[in-house]
Structures are given as structure tokens and as C-alpha cells.
């Protein structure tokens, strides 16, 4: 029995030995005994909450620079006006020029839309000047010559070939155009003559091949104006000194 003691004795005391010698290894691992131990089992949980939040951080970063969301953000927004816009303004705009060209297109000079003066002229002698007026709203043309009718004539006196301009008279609203006529020979080689107390005017077309509109009815002297065979007309002009000239 003593012996059984004994044995039990000595390895109760070997265990004992065991376990301090697990407790003076581990205080001098950490320097803090039991409490190192507690701080270990703590820092464990921290460096592994911690280790997962930079990674978060890091792909939150990433992807507000490189991430599909911000870029369709912009471009649906600039998409959308840039389809809304042109669409809105396209028909706005391909109405005015033609309202704008329509109005500003010039038409042909006749009766209607003009005035036209007869007035005889002292120099040169036996000369009559005609000027017309645009009394219209949009610029018109005064194509080729006038075709005067004195008293009962029906045929149309010839032009002067020399007076053509280089360019057909515009006239804007408010301008006038000038024709010098010849009414007789003045040195009085004329045959047929006679007075006339009446003028009709007419107004050539583009194509010349006769008179379009209205024709113009300009007053004359009261004893009227002596004509005979040797009358001719000027083309029309833009200024009174180039009428004056023939």
C-alpha cells in the first residue's frame, strides 16, 4: 500500500511539474502570462473584421472610376437631347428661308405695280423721257424696251440697238427706270407725221415675245406731241444720264 501511494504521489507531482512548466513557457512568450493570452484571443477576431474592410474600400474605389454605372449615367443624358434637340428645331428651321425666298423674289415691272411719268424734254430736241416707278412691294425687272402706242398706232416702234445695258434693270420698291424716246426727225426728214394726245406703255417678259401685265397710260401735253416715222425708243435704264445720253 505504501508503494501505491508512493507511485500515485510521484505522478501527481509530475503533473503538477508539467503544467507550471506550460505556465513559465507561455509568460515568456508574451511577457504577460494569462493576460497575453486573452489579447491574442482578441487581436485574432480584429485582424480578421479588419482584414476584409480595406478590401471593400479598395473595390468601392475602383469601381467609382472605372465601374459601368457612372459612364451610362452621362451618356444617357447627353443621348437624350442630342436625338430631342434636332428633331425640335428641324421643321422650325426648314420653314423660314422658304417664307423669306418667296417674298424677296423678284417679279416682272408692268402696269400694275409701277407708275410711269411722260415728260418731254427740251435737249435733246423732239425727245420724250419715261420713267417708271416701283411702286410695288418686291423688286422687279424691267425687261428689254417700252412699247409705246401714240394715239391709234398698233405697231410697236423699233429700239435703239446701241442702248443696251450690260445688265436687265432691277428696280427695288421705291426705285425708278428711265427710257429716252425719239419723237420725230429734227431736221424734219420724218414722213407720216402727226399729234398724238394719248401714250399707252407696255412691258416686255423675259422671253420678249411680247407685252405681259397691266400696260401703263402716262399723260401727255394738252396739244400732245408731234411723231412721226422716225420713231424709236432706248432700252430701259437704271440712271437718268444713261437715258439722256441717245
Not at 420724250?128 to 422687279?140: A, F, I, R
Not at 425687261?143 to 416702234?157: M, W
Amino acid at each position: 500500500m505504501s508503494k501505491l501511494r508512493a507511485s500515485r504521489t510521484r505522478l501527481v507531482g509530475a503533473a503538477t511539474t508539467v503544467v507550471l512548466a506550460a505556465l513559465s513557457l507561455t509568460a515568456c512568450g508574451n511577457g504577460t502570462g494569462v493576460h497575453g493570452e486573452g489579447v491574442a484571443a482578441v487581436t485574432t477576431p480584429t485582424a480578421k473584421s479588419s482584414s476584409p474592410a480595406p478590401s471593400p474600400s479598395a473595390s468601392a474605389a475602383d469601381s467609382g472610376s472605372d465601374s459601368a454605372t457612372p459612364k451610362t449615367g452621362p451618356a444617357t443624358r447627353t443621348s437624350a437631347p442630342a436625338v430631342t434637340t434636332p428633331a425640335a428645331k428641324s421643321p422650325g428651321t426648314a420653314k423660314a428661308p422658304a417664307r423669306t425666298t418667296s417674298s424677296d423674289k423678284p417679279v416682272t415691272c408692268e402696269g400694275s405695280d409701277t407708275r410711269t411719268v411722260a415728260a418731254p424734254l427740251t435737249r435733246p430736241v423732239n425727245h420724250m423721257l419715261l420713267t417708271v416707278t416701283n411702286t410695288g412691294s418686291k423688286p422687279c425687272f424691267l425687261y428689254y424696251y417700252p412699247a409705246v402706242n401714240f394715239g391709234q398706232e398698233q405697231s410697236v416702234p423699233p429700239v435703239i440697238e446701241d442702248s443696251q445695258p450690260q445688265a436687265v434693270v432691277t428696280l427695288d420698291p421705291g426705285e425708278s427706270g428711265y427710257a429716252s424716246v425719239s419723237l420725230s426727225a429734227t431736221d424734219g426728214s420724218g414722213k407720216g407725221g402727226y399729234t398724238s394726245k394719248s401714250l399707252a406703255v407696255y412691258f416686255f417678259g423675259r422671253s420678249g415675245s411680247g407685252s405681259v401685265g397691266a400696260g401703263a397710260h402716262p399723260a401727255l401735253p394738252a396739244k400732245g406731241v408731234h411723231v412721226d416715222d422716225s420713231l424709236e425708243v432706248t432700252y430701259w435704264q437704271q440712271t437718268l444720264d444713261a437715258a439722256l445720253n441717245w
